[in-house]
Nanobody, 126 residues
Framework: QVQLVESGGGLVQAGGSLRLSCVAS????????MGWFRQAPGKEREFVAA????????YYADSVKGRFSISRDNAKNTVNLQMNSLKPEDTAVYYC???????????????????WGQGTQVTVSS
């Protein structure tokens, strides 16, 4: 089992940047595929980015491709989401998610993840 804690959210102007971090408990972090999702008020939670257990493959939602970058440091049990060129429509609570997998696959659906963090608020002002 793994526990996830996100940090790094905040208020930023449009065009600015934020870096979210998610720290996982336990000694088996490197066996988990990781993902970032977000949920805006009144909307369903949606996929943002995913990364394989090794960090060798990443995948992004079209809405963030070219602006966001997911990375991980297995030695530090951390997955990061670098968000650049932020837009007001990026405003949401951002969640980190984990799924035990060493298959080399990444995952984009909520139902594919077993563990979730509590979320961190990102607000982008226009």
């Amino acid at each position: 089992q793994v526990q996830l804690v996100e940090s790094g959210g905040g208020l930023v102007q449009a065009g600015g940047s934020l870096r979210l971090s998610c720290v996982a408990s336990g000694r088996t972090f490197s066996t988990y595929a990781m993902g970032w999702f977000r949920q805006a008020p009144g909307k369903e939670r949606e996929f943002v980015a995913a990364i394989t257990w090794s960090g060798g493959y990443t995948y992004y939602a079209d809405s963030v491709k070219g602006r966001f970058s997911i990375s991980r440091d297995n030695a530090k049990n951390t997955v990061n989401l670098q968000m650049n060129s932020l837009k007001p429509e990026d405003t949401a609570v951002y969640y980190c998610a984990a799924r035990r997998s060493m298959s080399g696959s990444y995952y984009t659906r909520l139902s594919e993840y077993n563990y979730w963090g509590q979320g961190t608020q990102v607000t982008v002002s226009s």
